[in-house]
């Protein structure tokens, strides 16, 4: 595993550019994880282990079927899933963005986790903070603090450093079915980081994750890249 996209996307619905991307990344137990990924997806273990993520990014360069969209916060909450055709790929439990238009369209349309939310940002020097609260009081007002410290590339990502990172497709339930939908990018350019701040206030509890007594085992960054994200498909019924 290099890193490297293993398909192209012939017709892709949208394109997009992440930047100034965190990533946090605790151990856990396969069976914490398992209830909570779609019918047909499994527990992808990375080093032997299960995986929560927490990512923040900067969403820019979006397009929507050719139309441009204004750009935004985003900070996900996701696990780490495998289908019955071996596809490996993300599980998406809490998507908070700064654009209430697009977190509605999204939840209606595909039927993500998006929920609305305050969201700040911050690069200063080697300093990147992420920080989002809920802003719908039915949404429980949830919300997490990160800070980091990016450090030197990495000239040579760990096979676990790119399996977490490296993901092309995501499983989400939908109306029913889950859906495959394939997802495109260049190879990252990661930089290990150090965390210099962490704070979750409800947003791990209310996707059904137990709290985090440990500071992340990886903490990763990278600065850029442009996705493409193709269309859904069914995944396969064996």
């Known amino acids: 595993?290099?890193?490297?996209?293993?398909?192209?996307?012939?017709?892709?619905?949208?394109?997009?550019?992440?930047?100034?991307?965190?990533?946090?990344?605790?151990?856990?137990?396969?069976?914490?994880?398992a209830p909570l990924l779609p019918p047909g997806v499994a527990p992808d273990l990375v080093d032997g282990s299960a995986w929560i993520g927490v990512i923040g990014l900067r969403m820019t360069a979006l397009s929507?079927?050719?139309?441009?969209?204004p750009s935004f916060l985003e900070l996900n909450v996701r696990l780490y899933g495998r289908d019955g055709d071996g596809?490996?790929?993300?599980?998406?439990?809490a998507m908070e963005a700064?654009?209430?238009?697009?977190?509605?369209?999204s939840r209606a349309?595909?039927?993500?986790?998006?929920?609305?939310?305050?969201?700040?940002?911050?690069?200063?020097?080697?300093?990147?903070?992420?920080?989002?609260?809920?802003?719908?009081?039915?949404?429980g007002?949830?919300?997490v603090r990160m800070r980091v410290r990016v450090g030197?590339?990495?000239?040579?990502?760990?096979?676990?450093?790119?399996?977490l990172t490296a993901r092309w497709a995501l499983h989400q339930r939908w109306y029913g079915p889950t859906l495959r939908v394939p997802v495109h990018h260049p190879a990252w350019l990661l930089h290990r980081a150090g965390l210099l701040e962490w704070h979750d206030d409800g947003l791990l509890a209310s996707c059904g994750l137990p709290p985090l007594p440990h500071p992340p085992e990886s903490v990763l960054y990278a600065p850029a890249t442009t996705v493409r994200i193709g269309l859904p498909s069914r995944l396969s019924s064996r």
């Open 1 to 33: 595993m290099d890193g490297r996209p293993p398909h192209l996307i012939p017709c892709s619905f949208t394109g997009q550019s992440w930047r100034d991307v965190v990533f946090l990344h605790w151990r856990t137990e396969p069976e914490v994880v």
């Open 64 to 69: 929507l079927a050719g139309v441009p969209y």
């Open 87 to 93: 596809q490996r790929g993300v599980v998406f439990r």
């Open 98 to 105: 700064g654009d209430p238009v697009f977190a509605a369209a």
């Open 109 to 139: 349309a595909l039927r993500l986790p998006y929920a609305w939310a305050s969201m700040r940002f911050a690069h200063a020097g080697d300093r990147v903070s992420y920080a989002t609260r809920r802003v719908l009081p039915g949404a």
């Open 141 to 143: 007002r949830a919300g």
């Open 152 to 163: 030197e590339p990495i000239p040579r990502p760990t096979s676990a450093e790119i399996a």
